[in-house]
């Protein structure tokens, strides 16, 4: 089990910062990184969403699709459930599509009021209802989990949220000329 | 001895991939790392420099200065002596202006002759002669040292050899959508 656990690659995806009022893109990050003592950074990948769009799902699908890595990596970590702000993920389809479990990690208690009442106010009625708010806790994190259970996660948290960090590191470097903050 | 080493961060820089023909300016990026078992990334800084241009030296320069490591970083780590086509790095000046010790690093055996040919057809004669052309054989790699001496670097060598492999990934990932080749 641990060998099998050493071996496993997981993609964290992160956007990264943005200017709400003159950005119309948003630059999404993904770090590839296979789990050990070492958690080798095996690659990192990019793509652009429209700010407040629909295309996020559609878009990270792709760039994992089309990437080497497609057949590696095992689970894909999200931070959060939309990017880009309001630009919605729906992780029920990003399983269905790719056959790769994926997590959605929230480092506070997500408040799916306030983002159902942004999306209602955005026109985005079908996205409101779609909008996922099943969190289980997780240590101090809060993650909806597709296609994987809670104690096949934790084995492979820890390089997860090390993918997410710097995935968010990265965003934050290269859109503000040094990285600021934490996941 | 091995206490010293195991906390020293150092910084890794390396310029993006870029359009020879349609590209103006070119993404610099920094990785800042701690040296131990688990090579932990602290930041990341980015920078834009002038295609050609004769700004490289500088931006780095400030990009260090004004980010919140300058006090920490203990080796700067540079792929090669010249950034974004043919912006010339002049090591000595960045090691005066930031008290920091400098290592450029090249893969291959650098074709100076060949360089100079190219700096003398673009106009910069002054470049052409003030060419980093020192370059030490260390290990597979060809290094060109200022400030620190050959045996104090190998024991930071593979850290320095991490952040640049990783601002190589991050550059290539953030211009091209996915990272390919190595440093």
């Given amino acids: 089990m641990e060998k099998k656990i050493k071996g496993v690659r997981v993609i964290g995806i992160d956007d990264a910062p943005f200017d709400k009022f003159k950005d119309k893109e948003v630059l999404v990050i993904g770090v590839v990184a296979r789990n050990g003592k070492d958690k080798v950074i095996e690659g990192i990948l990019s793509t652009k969403i429209e700010k407040d769009g629909r295309d996020a799902n559609e878009k990270i699908i792709n760039v994992i699709k089309n990437s080497k890595f497609v057949n590696q990596i095992k ?9 880009g702000g309001l630009n919605l993920l ?20 997500p408040n799916i009021e306030s983002v159902k009442k942004a999306l209602i106010k955005a026109g985005k009625l079908k996205e409101a209802n779609l909008l996922e708010c099943e969190f289980e806790k997780l240590g ?18 820890d390089i997860g949220l090390y993918t997410l960090r710097l995935a968010h590191l990265i965003g934050s470097g290269i859109m503000k000329g040094e990285s600021k903050g934490r996941l």
Same sequence: chains 1, 2.
Avoid: A, Q, W
């Fill in 90 to 109: 729906n992780l029920n389809e990003i399983y269905k599509s790719l056959k790769i479990p994926v997590v959605g990690v929230l480092r506070r208690k």
């Fill in 140 to 157: 101090k994190f809060y993650v909806k989990m597709v296609g994987i259970k809670k104690d096949e996660l934790i084995d492979i948290f």
């Fill in 75 to 83: 689970v894909i970590f999200l931070h959060g459930t939309t990017m």
